[in-house]
DNA sequence: GGGATTCTTTTCCGACGTCAATAAAAGAAG
DNA sequence: CTTCTTTTATTGACGTCGGAAAAGAATCCC
C-alpha cells in the first residue's frame, strides 16, 4: 500500500519554533514582533525561529491585505502556507466511518463517508485504509504531501501509546489501533478520544485559539466534555474525563444506561429525548428527527421534553464552570440543530446554577458540520506533527 | 518593624535547580540519579544543579539511614535541611487570625492564635503583624532566618497580584493584602485562596506529591475543593474554581445561601447539618458540636442527615472525577471529626455516581489539625520562595 | 531630506544541559 | 588479595538556545 516513503518531521524540534509555529497557525497573519509579545519569547528568537520554518515552506511572508498602522515600519507579516502539507483525519462512529482531507490549516478539502457493515477492528482498518486511499488520491502532488493521520475513536484511548483501551461502543478493548494503522497506510497515526480531538481542534483553530482554559461540550447522542486546563487538553487518571454526561443533575430523574439516575445525558441525549418525546405524547417515533418535527410545530409535551433537556445541559455546564472557571464554553454537536429549542433553558439554568463570577464565563454555542469530528482527528495528527510531545 | 534586611533569595533560579530541589522536598532523601530519573534530566544536570543548593545549605548530603543496595556503589542521599530557613503561614477567618512557623521542610514548630475584633483589613493587618512578631520571636537565630510569609484568606484572591479580589466572608474587595503586609512586616508576602493554599500543601509535602492531577476536598463550614490538573493547581478565569460546596445535587433539595438550591453545601456545609438536625430531632441547638452529639448517641433523625450529607459529599466527588478524572481525592476539613457517620455514604454515593473506571479514582481522607489551613499558607510561602512564578 | 517610530535582523555572549569519559565505592569472584 | 562487575557521581568539552544591545530597514510626518 503506497511506500509513503519519506516522513517528512517537522524542522527544528525544539519548544520555542513548536511555540511560534502554534501561535501563527493559531492567529493568523503575525508580526514576528506580535509573536514575540505572544509567546513571550525576545524579537531575535522569534527570527531566528521563523528563518528555518520559511525556508522549509510551511511559513511564508505576506498576507493577503496589510492593515498599516499609522506609524513606523510596516509589520512584515508571516502566515502558515496551509497548502504546504496535506492531513488525513478520521472518525469511527458505530456504522461508518468519516474521513476529510485537510490542509496544513485544518481546513477540510474533501470529506467521505463510508458504510460500517460491523465493528470488529478488522473491518474498521480496512475501511480506514480504503478511504484513506481515496482521499490521498486527491492530493496534488508531492509538493503538498500527506504527513499525518489521525484517528478518533470515542472511548478509553491513550493517545501517548496509540492504543484504544475500552471503547464500549466499539466493543473495542486494548486495541493497537495506531500501530496497525501505521502498517496499513504507512502514514504516521496519532490516536486519540472523539472529544478530544474535537477540542484540541477548537484549542488550535476554532473558538479556543488563545485560551489556556475552557471546555467543549458536545451535544448529539450522547453528551461529552473535552476540557482544556493550563493550555492542555485533560485526559484523566484512569481514561475517564471530561464525561458532563454522567454528571448528575437529578437524583429523581429518569435511569440512565450507565446505571444512575438523572444524569445529563438520561435527559438530554438523543435516545432520552426520543423516549421522553414518545412518552409525552403518545407519538411513535422511528426516527429522532421526528421529536424534533413535534417541537417544531409546537406540540407542549415535546417543547417542555426539550425544555427539560436545556436546563439539564445549563446545570452540567454550571457545574464545569464552578469547578474549573473556564474563560469560555464552547457548545457543540449535532444536538444544536435543536438549538432554538433550549438555548433559552442552557442560559437561565447556567446563569442560576453557576456560583458567583463563574456566571461571567462566556457561554456560546458553535455550528458543527457533520466532517467536523474528522476534521478534529486531523487537528490531533497536525498538533502531533509539530510537537511530538503530548504538552503544549 | 523590624528591618528584616537581606530578602535572602533562593540560589539559581533556573527551572532545573528549582525542579530538582522540588523533587527532594516533595520525596525525602534522594539519590542524585534517583533525581535525574524523577524529573527527566541527565545525572550531569542534577549534580550541577545540586552543588549550589548544597553550598548554600539548603540541600545537605547523607540520609539518617541507608537502605544499601546489594550491589554497585552506595547512593548519596541529598536531603532539605529545614532548619536552613523558617517560613510563616498565617490563615485569616471571620473570627480569629492562627499563625503558624514552620522550617523549610513545611514541618509545623509553633502555632498561635490571636482573635480578631473585628474584619476591618486595618485591623487584620495589625493582627498579622501582631501574630508574625510573636512567630519571629520563636526563631533560633540568624542562621535560620524568615524567608517568607504566606496569607490565606478565603474567596477571590488574585496570587500573582497579591490582593483579594473579593472575600464575602470578610466583606473585603480589592484590598492590596500582599503589599500592605510586607510593608508592615518586612517578609516577602505570598496571599492565596484558603483552599488552594491548602492544596499546595498536599501537593508538596502531603498525600498528593508527586502526582500531576488530584484534588482536595476540604468539609466545614463550608464544602471547598482544590484542584491540580497537569501538575498546577486550577485557579479560574474569573477567580472561581473548586466549587464543589456549589455543586448542584438535588434540585429540589433545600436552599443554599447562594440563591440556588440542593448545592452540596446547603445539604453538607455546617450549618446547613445544625439546621437540618434541628428541623428533625425538634432539639434546640446552640453550637454544632450539639448535632454531632445526637447523632453519636444515635438519635436516627440525626444520623440521617448526616448520612444524607454523606451522600451530596460523595456525588460532588463523583462530579469531580467525572469530569476531571484525578488520581487522588483527599478528603480533609474539620467536618471529618464526624467521619465514621457518612464514610460510608461518601464511599456508596461515590462509587455509583462515578461513571466507568472513574470509579478506580483513590478517595482518601487525612485528618486534618487545626493549624492545617496555616500550614497551608506557609506552603505557598516556601513555594513562593523557590519558584517566583506561579508555574509548576 | 531629516526626525520619529516601529519592525526586523545581526552579532556577540552567557547560560544551561547533554555527551562521553572518568572517578569512586562498594560487593563478588577467583 | 587482586580483579571484575555494578552502580553512582563528577568532570570538562561541546553545542544549542535564547537574550541584550545595536544596527538596519521601511514608512510617515514635518
Redesign the interface.
Known sequence: MRPTSSAETFPANTPAASQVFTAVLSHGPLARLEVSRRVGLSPAAVTKAVRPLIEAGYLVEGADEEARPALGRPANLVRVDGGRALFIGVKVTGDEIIGVLTDLCCRVRVARHLPLPDRDPRTVLSGIAELVEQLLAETDGPAAPVLGLGIAVSG?VDRGEGTVR?SPFLEWRDVPLAELAAMTTGLPVTVDNDVRALTVAEQWFGAGAGLT?FAVVTVGAGIG?G?V??G?V???????????G???????GPLCH???RGCVEAIAGEAAIVRQVHEATGVRLTHPGEALALAREGVAGAREVYARAGEAIG?GI??????????RVIISGEGLAAYDLFAEQIRDAFV??A????A??DVRTRPLPFEEWARGAAATAIQSFITPDTSR
Open positions: 478509553d475500552y482554559d466534555c476540557l486546563v493550563h492542555r485533560v485526559a484523566g487518571a484512569h481514561g475517564v474525563a471530561g464525561e458532563i454522567h454528571v448528575t443533575v437529578d437524583p429523581a450507565c446505571g444512575n446545570r454550571a457545574t464545569v464552570a464552578n469547578l474549573l472557571g473556564p474563560e442560576t446554577a456560583f458567583g463570577s463563574a461571567q464565563c
